[in-house]
């Protein structure tokens, strides 16, 4: 079993930051993706960010991109969502989640999930 530990979520103003972390802990060797998905009231959850186990290839949702940045440091087992310029419409419960496999990256492959963090965004 791997257990996702999310952290850094909260309220902020639009135009704002916030960088999300997300720990894996447990049975975590082998090499596997890793990304975040997002859930707003009403909505389905939505893909955000996914990197490869090497960090070297990244995606984004064309609604972040430019603005979110993702990045892992395998020696702690850690990914990292870093959101600027934040808008409202970015609101949502974020998941991080590990794949099964190195590079791909979805809702078919994703084995564990964290509980969430809330991101809220003012205007």
């Known amino acids: 079993q791997v257990q996702l530990a999310e952290s850094g979520g909260g309220l902020v103003q639009a135009g704002g930051s916030l960088r999300l972390s997300c720990a894996a802990s447990?049975?975590?060797?082998?090499?596997?993706?890793m990304g975040w998905f997002r859930q707003a009231p009403g909505k389905e959850r939505a893909f955000v960010a996914t990197i490869s186990w090497s960090g070297s290839r990244t995606y984004y949702a064309d609604s972040v991109k430019g603005r979110f940045t993702i990045s892992r440091d395998n020696a702690k087992n850690t990914v990292y969502l870093q959101m600027n310029s934040l808008k409202p419409e970015d609101t949502a419960i974020y998941y991080c989640a590990k794949s099964k496999d190195a590079s791909s990256f979805n809702l078919r492959t994703v084995e564990y999930w964290g509980q969430g963090t809330q991101v809220t965004v003012s205007s």
């Open positions: 447990g049975r975590t060797y082998g090499t596997y993706a």
